[in-house]
């Protein structure tokens, strides 16, 4: 199918955004939730920053909330300390522990042409809960009635929640706290009630039986969540082999609900699929991607801080061309362009 990677890419790297610490370093800006708002289009960016390390031969510095304090404090692990595991550059791994060897908090951008932004030098959400003490991460923005959701993954020692914030010009913020517990990623709402009740996809992470795989919910209230029921599961061996979940908020198109999702193989390559699901009943597939609609390709996609990933979590549909905002390599952010019959043509 036909991509149309824009030319400008990357949009946004870590050098154009601020640290919103002193003595701070942006380390990426990525996987941005996307909406269009009056005359803009706002980026919600997941910005990643880290203590700068005056020893990093020596040590590694974990940036987190504090236990007690919930207030930003950094541990200092020594590179030499026994079982000790920094091979991932995310993460600091002991037989008994893991941490994040950075801190996320959501920032805004803004753009009146989608190619050229201008970034808020503060963060409009960051970190505040125990359950969010590693970070907040990977937003979607779904625009409902006159109110602007924004679920968002909130991490912490006691695992990975889907958390849910509300606002109506960006500036006011509502949180509403944990609507999925752990182990949970990737949810989004969708922009419409369904047969009188609101609908997310989500994306359960089981650790015994089974496979993180896409699933579907409903919800009365946007809080209480039931109805939970399996929709795309991986595919051994394939692009899908490791794990699948949501990307852009779906949207709607003559038949149905098309649904931008991720999925990667057991080596993390990550890349974007489509599928369509059912208008009145979205837990029904009808039609989905046979291979990748974006593949890491370009080289800001294929090396970066985390090579061969592009994941989404928005996208601005604007009649028949659909606008894919995504990280890259886990690092910056860019743009694509297709078109919905040429997403449509690629699905089976």
């Given at each position: 199918m036909s991509v149309k990677r824009f030319t400008e890419n990357p949009l946004i790297t870590p050098a154009d955004v601020k640290p919103s610490m002193e003595g701070y370093e942006v380390l990426c800006a990525?996987?941005?939730?996307?909406?269009?708002?009056?005359?803009?289009?706002l980026l919600l960016i997941r910005v990643a920053e880290r203590p700068i390390n005056p020893n990093p031969d020596r040590s590694v510095l974990v940036p987190m909330l504090g236990e007690e304090s919930l207030r930003p404090e950094i541990v200092e692990f020594p590179l030499d300390s026994p079982d000790i595991d920094v091979s991932d550059p995310r993460v600091v791994v002991f037989p008994d522990a893991l941490y994040l060897t950075s801190i996320s908090h959501l920032r805004i951008?803004?753009?009146l042409d989608g190619i050229h932004f201008v970034i808020d030098e503060h963060p409009a959400l960051f970190p505040q809960t125990e359950y969010e003490r590693y970070g907040i991460e990977d937003p979607r923005?779904?625009?409902?009635?006159?109110?602007?959701?924004?679920?968002?993954?909130?991490?912490?020692p006691t695992g990975i929640t889907q958390c849910l914030a509300s606002t109506r010009d960006f500036v006011i913020w509502n949180r509403?706290?944990?609507?999925?517990?752990?182990?949970?990623?990737?949810?989004?709402?969708?922009?419409?009630?369904?047969?009188?009740?609101f609908a997310a996809l989500h994306r359960p992470q089981p650790k015994m039986i089974g496979s993180p795989n896409m699933w579907l919910a409903w919800s009365d209230d946007l809080i209480h969540w039931g109805g939970h029921k399996f929709l795309l599961g991986c595919s051994?061996?394939?692009?899908?082999?490791g794990r699948i979940g949501g990307g852009a908020v779906p949207f709607r198109v003559n038949e149905g609900w098309l649904a931008i999702y991720h999925a990667a193989t057991l080596e993390d390559h990550y890349c974007l699929g489509a599928v369509l699901l059912d208008y009145a009943d979205p837990s029904k597939v009808l039609r989905k991607s046979i291979r990748p609609i974006l593949a890491p390709e370009a080289h800001y996609e294929t090396t970066g801080f985390k090579s061969n990933v592009v994941f989404t979590c928005g996208a601005i549909v604007k009649g028949e061309v659909v606008t894919i905002y995504y990280g890259a390599?886990?690092?910056s952010i860019c743009a694509a362009e297709m078109t919905i019959s040429d997403i449509m043509d690629s699905m089976s």
């Open positions: 990525f996987n941005p939730g996307v909406i269009e708002f009056g005359k803009e289009i951008a803004r753009s923005i779904t625009k409902i009635r006159d109110t602007y959701y924004v679920v968002y993954k909130g991490v912490s509403h706290g944990i609507i999925l517990p752990p182990e949970n990623m990737d949810a989004m709402l969708f922009p419409a009630k369904i047969n009188g009740r051994t061996g394939t692009w899908e082999g390599a886990d690092e």
